[in-house]
């Protein structure tokens, strides 16, 4: 999404899939007057070296398991084939996707969908004034956004109506970890989380 308060544009917000994309567009939509489409890892060429340009993060393996579980709800018709997946299958299709459908966004790592972000600045990477957000720190977000750029937001009003499920870290087992080998590596090292062991 990109908050455009005049040319050129003051603010890009890149929210890969399952990281802040609806509690920022709750939030935000009064202060918008365009949304780009969800997920895109490419900046509008409506930005130069002063935009702020803003990327949501999560923990990886937290990620994954919120995509798994946002399938299996089968919202979408597409999704509807999710519905009894278990963990284990839906993993072998992640992994398999990852290798042999490289362009599905929730596949993407956090440091692919970065790279792409960068290979899209009109500038050199240096002069880009980038900041990554862990998901949790949505509210400090919006805050900067209100005292640096006067963005107006409401208070996150998407809020996860799922029923109480177990804990991601409890999906995680010896055996799956092992398998997903060290597909997270960059991501945790990107944003400061723990690599879980085996």
């Not at 937290?62 to 999704?79: E, H, I, M, P």
């Not at 799922?162 to 055996?175: F, G, I, L």
């Amino acid at each position: 999404m990109l908050i455009d308060l005049g040319q050129p544009t003051k603010v890009v917000i890149a929210t890969p899939t399952k990281t802040g994309t609806d509690s920022l567009n709750a939030s935000l939509k009064p202060s918008l007057e365009f949304i780009l489409p969800k997920h895109r890892s490419f900046v509008p060429d409506t930005i130069d070296t002063a935009t702020d340009i803003h990327m949501m993060i999560r923990n990886p393996y937290a990620r994954l398991v919120s995509a798994f579980r946002y399938l299996r709800k089968g919202t979408f018709q597409w999704a509807q084939s999710y519905a009894e997946t278990s963990f284990d299958a839906f993993l072998d299709y992640y992994l398999w996707s990852r290798e042999n459908r490289p362009v599905l966004d929730w596949t993407r790592t956090y440091s692919e969908f970065l790279y792409d972000l960068y290979e899209s600045l009109p500038f050199p990477d240096e002069e880009a004034n980038l900041t990554l957000w862990d998901i949790r720190a949505i509210p400090d977000l919006l805050k900067y956004l209100d005292t640096y750029h006067g963005v107006e937001y409401r208070p996150d009003l998407h809020r996860n109506k799922a029923k109480e499920v177990k804990p991601w870290t409890a999906v995680w087992t010896k055996r799956r970890l092992k398998k997903l080998g060290d597909t997270f590596a960059s991501d945790c090292e990107l944003g400061g989380y723990e690599r879980l062991s085996l």
